[in-house]
């Protein structure tokens, strides 16, 4: 992590209530008048931006490879934490990269790095603009399971980390990727913020129990494949490439059933 500054930033507790407040808070940003003024999704335009996943035609022979029914997806996850650089990174480059070519023999999740506390809620090193971050993700994935989408808004918003959760970041990203603003917002502060809290606990329990501490870490088959950390690669032993992981995500899909 290049930004170790403020490390586990405020230790502020709050409770239930309290943290449903700031929750509240943080989404309903002073000075904008209009939270929701978002189109329905069905009219949105679709740029191809860079960090768009672009679905490509299925060529021929890689609908002849594909036996959907005895295949088991591979699966592939990445712990981030949002606020983080090297999150941004490993997206960037590994990650959206070697989806565009095995989406549909990947299980993909998503998944953070935050510490749970003992009144239920969560503690995100980057502070609760992180955790916010980190819940929009989370809700994200849950409304648009296709990692087309849900990847796509993710990498738009982490290549401007410093600005989660901004509304006007937040706002952008999901139009441009085609989700339903109101919706990501409803589902953030769904309960008074508990149920996204809740979707962002089971997933830090997911990365503890995976032996997981740094953000970025690759995990393929639950192992760990490659990390970047500190603006760097480490623990890669096959390698940073993507089409390493292409090639190696291939080889498991391909294995007998
Ligand atoms: C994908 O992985 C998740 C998490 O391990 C698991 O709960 C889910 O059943 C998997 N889905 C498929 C289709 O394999």
């Known amino acids: 992590m290049e930004e170790k500054r ?3 930033l405020p230790a502020a507790r709050p409770n239930r ?12 940003f002073a000075g904008y008048t209009v939270w929701w003024a978002v189109s329905s999704p069905a009219v949105v335009p679709r740029p191809h931006g860079p960090d768009t996943v672009v679905p490509h035609p299925s060529t021929p022979e890689v609908q002849k490879q594909l036996e959907p029914a005895d295949r088991k997806l591979v699966p592939l996850e990445a712990h981030i934490m949002s606020k983080c650089p090297d999150a941004r990174d490993c997206l960037r480059d590994m990650i959206l990269p070697a989806m565009i070519h095995v989406h549909e023999k990947v299980n993909w999740t998503l998944s953070f790095i935050g510490t749970p506390t003992k009144n239920d809620g969560v503690d995100c090193r980057h502070g609760p603009d992180e955790c ?3 819940i929009i993700e989370l809700c994200a994935a849950k409304l648009y399971p296709d990692p087309k989408i ?4 993710t990498m738009c918003i982490t290549r401007d980390w410093r600005n989660i959760p901004k509304r006007d970041l937040i706002e952008a990203c999901a139009l441009e990727h085609a989700i339903d603003f109101q919706a990501l917002n409803d589902c953030a502060i769904k309960e008074d913020g508990a149920y996204g809290v809740g979707m962002l606990r089971d997933s830090v329990t997911r990365s ?3 032996g997981v501490k ?5 995990r393929l088959n639950e192992e760990v494949y490659c990390i970047r950390d500190g603006g760097e690669w480490k623990d890669c032993p096959h ?3 993507v089409n390493d992981l292409v090639m190696n995500i291939e080889k498991l899909y391909q294995r007998p059933a």
Request: hydrophobic letters at 40%; a positive charge.
């Open 132 to 134: 916010m971050g980190n």
């Open 150 to 153: 849900n990847l796509g808004f």
């Open 6 to 8: 403020g490390l586990y």
């Open 214 to 218: 740094l953000s970025c870490t690759v």
């Open 239 to 241: 390698g940073p490439g």
């Open 17 to 28: 209530r309290g943290r449903s407040i700031m929750l509240l808070m943080m989404l309903c």
């Open 208 to 210: 503890t129990e995976a």
